[in-house]
Each structure stands twice: as C-alpha cells, then as structure tokens.
C-alpha cells in the first residue's frame, strides 16, 4: 500500500511540474527572457479590420495589402533585433503603413462628411505608461510621430487639430498641404456613403419617422470601416509599447473623434498586462475601454493574453460593434482577436519569420 502511495506520488510530480512549463508564458519562457543572451522579441501589426471576405479583393490587391504588411512587420522586427526600442519599432512599421495609400491611416485617411482627411494617432510606453495623442490633424504627413513628440517632449499626452499642428512646426515634424491626402478611391467611398445616406433619410421621411439619427440608427449606414494601422512590439529590455494612427471612418461628421487616439480605448501598453492596438467601430472601443480592459484582465486576473483578447472583443459583439485587437504579453504571447470579416495584421512567429492574415 505504501509503494502504491509512493508511486503515485512520484508520478503526480512528475507530470504536473512539465505540464506548467509546457503552457504559454511559463516559467521557462521567464528564464529565457531574463537571459541578456537571448532576449525574447515580439512584434504584430494590424492594417484595420472590416468586411474582408475571400473573393472581395482582387488577386493583385490582395498581393499588394500582403506585401506591404509583410514589408511593416519585417522592418518594425529589424529595429528590435538592432537593439531599438518597441516604441522605435511600432514607430517604423505605422509610418510605412501611413506612407501607404492602401490604408486609412496618413496618405490613405477616408473622407469627412464635409469632404476633408482628418487624422488621429497615439502611442504607450508600456513601462512608464508614458503616452502621446493627436486627433483632428490635417496637415501632419505622420501623425504616430507627432503622437510620440507629444509624449516626449511636451507635458501633456493629447492634442488636437491646430495646436497639434503648431506643436507640429515647433517640433520640425514634417507638414504637408492638405491635398497630399487625397486619393481617388477614398473620395468615391465618400461619394457612394452619402449617396446611400441620403437615399436612407428619404425612405426614413417617407415613412414621417424624421428625427435624430441614434446610434441605434447609425448601425445601419454603410459606414466603410477598415484601414485603421497599428502595431505592438516586444522589445529586448522586455518593454512593450503600442500604437494605432487611423483617418477614422469615412464620413464622420463635426469634429467626430474615434477610438484610435484615446488611450485605454485604441491604445493601451503596460509591462504588467499587454500592449494592445484596436481597430474597428470606434464608438464601441471608447465605451468598454477596450486596451485598458484587456490589459486590466491580465493584471487584475493573470489571463492570457489570448483569452483576455476574446472575452474583451465578445464584449464589443454584445454592445453591437465591431472590429479587432492586437496584443502582446512581456513573453511575447499573442492575443489577435477580431469580430468582422477580416482583419489585414501580420506577426513574428516563434522562428522569427513573418506571417500575414487578412481572412478568418
Ligand atoms: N477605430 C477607428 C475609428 O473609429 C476606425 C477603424 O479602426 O477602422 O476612428
């Protein structure tokens, strides 16, 4: 009886202890981040997320979105392997990606309802919770790096529309005329949601059902919601920083500011929880404070990173938004979570090789 007990004994601790280790971030992931010799780097970008369904892009578009994906995450992961920091990195990949026509962020913003790009951006310094915003911008060919310049060097971590702008100037960060923003594509989206808009009130009229557009009401305008770019890193000193620029959604009217430049709701990044960039109905990420929620969940009930993601945007579902979330733990776990069609990201995974998504 005694052997048995014994046996049994020996066995349960043997078994338990490597089933621990061989979970997600488990204490040999700890060792090997501890270790100067062989830091643990992590890196993902999103490019917005939206009605992306299989067949919706053509062959070559898909083939461009990818490689320039592809393109933004390899260079942000380059920085770190240099020895650059994460907030170096988020920095290098969302200029790219604002450099690009082909998302809703810098050259490819969406339109207004009054027909001008209006963009915003923040960045977060996940060890210092250091964080820089900016919102309403017009002129700014990079607004993720006058988001870091507000962080670094001023006192205050959000600033909009003209201020930002002279801050801007003061700051030698590069303007541009506000046509640099225009692209052909974007300004038919406008063009084709106004249409719809206007189509929609007279139906409404018809049925004498006139009165405030309600956010329940909202729902059912074709807003063209995807583009958004963003970016979480891992970087060797195990900080993690995060950051998200947008052009908002396509005919946002007076002065509308989403979630992208709101820390806590588009942005989030904390050593103790993750780094987190969101993309999607930004209304719905500014109520349930989506970055901070998922973070919180981490450091207030050790979650995974993953789980934490899900449980977050099922939350966004319920209200009725959509959209999606990238983020990281300090082991450079991933947490990629998204509730519309598609999603464009793209990751380092554990070999250091680039994957890029767009589908389900
Ligand atoms: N979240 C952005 C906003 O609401 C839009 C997007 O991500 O597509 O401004």
Not at 118 to 124: G, R, T, V
């Amino acid at each position: 009886m005694n052997k048995l007990f014994s046996l049994i004994l020996i066995t349960v601790l043997i078994i338990l202890p490597s089933s621990v280790f061989a979970q997600k971030g488990s204490f040999a992931e700890i060792k090997q981040l501890q270790s100067p010799q062989n830091p643990r780097l992590g890196f993902i970008i999103h490019g917005g997320a939206g009605v992306i369904t299989k067949g919706s892009l053509s062959p070559e578009k898909e083939a461009e979105y990818k490689k320039k994906l592809e393109e933004a995450v390899l260079a942000g992961y380059k920085a770190l392997q240099a020895g650059k920091s994460g907030l170096d990195a988020v920095e290098i990949a969302i200029r790219m990606l604002e450099d690009s026509p082909l998302f809703n962020a810098g050259k490819g913003a969406v339109f207004t309802n009054d027909g001008k790009n209006e963009l915003d951006a923040s960045i977060m310094n996940g060890k210092t919770l250091a964080a820089g915003a900016v919102a309403g911008l017009h002129r700014v060919k990079n607004p993720i790096t006058l988001a870091r310049a507000v962080m670094e060097k001023s006192p205050h971590v959000m600033m909009i529309a003209d201020g930002a702008e002279r801050f801007a100037e003061e700051q030698k960060i590069e303007l541009v005329d506000p046509k640099y923003f225009f692209t052909q594509e974007r300004w038919d989206a406008l063009q084709e949601i106004l249409k719809q808009e206007k189509e929609e009130k007279e139906k409404k009229e018809a049925k004498k059902n006139v009165g405030k557009v309600s956010q329940t009401d909202l729902r059912e305008l074709p807003y063209n919601k995807f583009g958004t770019v963003g970016a979480v890193a891992l970087d060797k000193d195990g900080n993690l920083a995060a950051g998200t620029s947008t052009g908002g959604m396509t005919n946002k009217k007076f002065g509308r500011v989403g979630d992208a430049p709101i820390i806590g709701a588009g942005t989030y990044a904390n050593n103790d929880g993750c780094a987190v960039s969101a993309t999607g109905w930004g209304e719905y990420f500014i109520r349930l404070g989506v970055a901070r929620d998922i973070s919180a969940m981490m450091e207030y009930r050790a979650l995974p990173v993953q789980q934490a993601a899900d449980m977050t945007m099922n939350k966004v579902k319920t209200l009725g938004g959509d959209g999606g979330v990238i983020a990281m733990d300090k082991f450079g776990n991933i947490g990629i979570s998204f509730n519309s069609e598609g999603m464009y990201r793209a990751y380092i995974d554990m070999n250091g090789k680039p994957v890029v998504e767009i589908y389900k």
